[in-house]
């Protein structure tokens, strides 16, 4: 069946540096992807999302690429913060197929080293 | 800061015993989510609600799980009777849908250990 999948299951940085993490989904008819942000013990916080139509849309230290043509979602975190050490989930969407329902990513632990 | 609210956040229970997990929406969003968070799946959906109608429950076992909004601002899970398996992190989320997008707000979430 359709799925979302991301490439590395853990990213270890340095505080300062620019952290990138991949996510692939396979559903060709997904209009809306979210970025979203969960530290231990607590929910997923949403970060940033991006609809079908755009390939890039930038936030305060985050920026997502989408990629289309090859089913590609990447999140950028420039000068990584300790504070940014949490798990992330890209999540995908297709109105279309699935209606409101979310599919999300297994997540990728980023580990920022002071 | 509006939030989503959840209650219990940690419950312990024995097989058998029927749980029931509790959910207030953020005010003003019409669409609640129901997730389930374990380390072997991730997180599932096990259903959702818009305008307190039931859309999808595709993901929830029948047999056991039930959920309901008895009005806009409680959303209510139960599990009858619980099992060992059914040991996980329960997330609500809820959201409103503008312009196609709709971003969806977790709840802590219920952190459930059946015995």
């Known amino acids: 069946g359709e799925s979302v999948g991301l490439h590395l299951p853990t990213l270890s940085v340095q505080e300062g540096d620019n952290s990138i993490i991949n996510c692939a989904y396979s559903?060709?008819?997904?209009?809306?992807f979210i970025w979203y942000k969960q530290e231990s013990g607590k929910g997923p916080q949403f970060i940033i999302d991006?609809?079908?139509?755009?390939d890039k849309r930038q936030g305060q230290r985050v920026t997502v690429l989408l990629n289309k043509t090859v089913k590609h979602l990447s999140l950028q975190i420039a000068a990584t913060q300790p504070g940014d050490s949490a798990v992330y989930f890209c999540?995908?969407?297709?109105?279309?197929?699935?209606?409101?329902?979310?599919?999300f990513g297994e997540g990728t632990q980023l580990t920022v080293n002071p | 800061d509006a939030r989503v609210t959840q209650t219990p956040r940690h419950k312990v229970t024995e097989m058998g015993q029927e749980v029931t997990m509790r959910c207030q929406p953020i005010?003003?969003?019409?669409?609640v989510f129901w997730y389930r968070q374990t380390m072997m799946q991730g997180l599932e959906l096990l259903a959702y609600?818009?305008?307190?109608?039931?859309?999808?429950d595709s993901g929830m076992p029948k047999d056991r799980f039930s959920a309901e909004m008895p009005d806009a601002t409680l959303a209510t899970l139960k599990i009858q009777p619980s099992e060992p398996r059914d040991s996980a992190v329960y997330f609500c989320?809820?959201?409103?849908?503008?312009?196609?997008?709709?971003?969806?707000?977790f709840g802590p979430g219920t952190r459930l250990l059946v015995l």
């Open positions: 989320a809820s959201g409103r849908r503008l312009a196609g997008e709709e971003t969806q707000y």
């Open positions: 559903n060709s008819a997904s209009d809306y």
């Open positions: 991006i609809r079908s139509n755009m």
């Open positions: 999540a995908e969407r297709s109105l279309e197929t699935s209606g409101s329902r979310l599919t």
């Open positions: 005010l003003g969003h019409n669409t």
């Open positions: 609600f818009r305008n307190r109608a039931p859309l999808d």
